[in-house]
Structures are given as C-alpha cells and as structure tokens.
C-alpha cells in the first residue's frame, strides 16, 4: 500500500459529458502527478501539480484540467468526453517537485460509451 | 521511435525458468524506473536505478548509462511473478515518468 487513493474505482460516462476524479496524495507529499493508460499500452503523463500549480504538462488537450487543494489532495477534470478518453487514469504523489520516485494509486478506471 | 522501448512484449515462461526483459531509452533521465502491474491496474514500484545494478530478492535490475539500456532480471521464476512488468525514465523539469509498453509475462506451474 502506497497510502495514495483515487476515487471513483470505475466510472461510466456518456460522450460529452464532464466527469472529475480524485486523488489523495500520501503524508508529507505535496506534488502529484497523472497519468492515462489505455488498454494494453504504457501511461502517458498529463500533468503535474505541485503546491496548487501546475507544474508540468504532457500532449493532452486543454479540456484535460487538474486543481490542487491546500491539502494537496488533486483532481482530474475531462470536459467533452471522447471514446478515446476511455482508459485507466492514474495518480502518483512526490515528496517534493522534481523527486524521482512517484507512488502511484490504484487507479480509476473510466468508461466513455 | 517512441522515447522508451522495450521487449519482448509478451514473454511465457515454465516455473523455474530465469526470464530477462530488456529497455532502451533514447532520452537523457535523471533515473530509470522498473514496475509491475497486475490486472486490477495498480502499479509498483520494483527499482529504482541511476546507475549500476540492483537486487531485490530473486529480481535484478542493471543499467547501462552510456547504452542507454537496462534489464530486468527474474530467477527461479515462479507463476506469482505473472504480471505486466513496465520500464519507465524520469526526465524533464517535473520529472514525469515516461513509459514503455510494457511486457505481459505468464509463468506457468
């Protein structure tokens, strides 16, 4: 257990909808980062936020949008959902910014049809 | 090309048997990460590696900075260590980890 939690575990959504995952970093961590994993490939990076900034972003579209809170638990926001958006999405908090290790939650597991 | 490669993709194994996974990295990483993934989808961490060479129990992990190449080595392997064993680099100014596809390994009894 990394003591990192996601919530919802699986979600299903309709095309153009919004949907907002969660994600509770572990004690003392106050940078997280995520991730999306289709099936049967590697995560790719979103973005990083550390102390309530976004701190890093990888090739996603603007309707991919993250919050962090001053308890530097995080949110993923996916406006004008795709099919494509279907996937793992997973969460991984840092001690600091620019740490090498990243503990990873359990992921949510998101269906768009 | 993508950044991090690995093979094979899919490896099957008998009980017993030593299995090697390989990695090559074409970008400059502040370290280089092992992990395993099982099928509910949450990840661990094995290794961590910016140099040399790691041991955990009957895994392995080695690195070669100037090849940019790393393996992943288990033996005596055993059905429990079935799993998607994925190689991913640190990089950039926020450190994001950038991953590879993956390798499914089934060890059978």
């Known amino acids: 257990e990394t003591g990192v939690t996601q919530s919802p575990t699986h979600l299903i959504k309709t095309r153009g909808q919004q949907v907002t995952l969660r994600c509770s970093s572990q004690s003392g961590h106050n940078t997280v980062s995520w991730y999306q994993q289709a099936l049967g490939q590697g995560p790719q990076f979103i973005f990083q936020?550390?102390?309530?900034?976004?701190?890093g972003r990888g090739n996603f579209p603007p309707r991919f949008s993250g919050l962090q809170f001053p308890n530097y638990s995080s949110e993923l926001n996916v406006n004008a959902l795709e099919l494509d958006d279907s996937a793992l999405y997973l969460c991984?908090?840092?001690?600091?910014?620019?740490?090498?290790?990243?503990?990873f939650g359990p992921g949510t597991r998101l269906t768009v049809t | 090309k993508n950044e991090v490669e690995q093979s094979p993709q899919n490896l099957t194994a008998q009980e017993g048997e030593f299995i090697t996974i390989n990695c090559s990295y074409s970008?400059?990483?502040?370290?280089l990460h092992w992990l395993q993934q099982h099928p509910g989808g949450g990840i661990v961490s094995l290794f961590m590696l910016s140099s040399g060479k790691k041991k955990h129990g009957r895994l392995i992990a080695t690195i070669n900075i100037q090849e940019k190449h790393s393996s992943l080595h288990i033996t005596a392997s055993h059905p429990r260590d079935s799993a998607v064993y994925i190689c991913a680099v640190t990089s950039g100014s926020a450190r994001q980890l950038t991953f590879g596809s993956g390798t499914q390994l089934t060890v059978l009894p």
């Open positions: 936020y550390y102390r309530e900034e976004e701190n």
């Open positions: 970008v400059g990483i502040s370290a």
């Open positions: 991984a908090s840092s001690r600091i910014a620019g740490s090498n290790e990243q503990y």
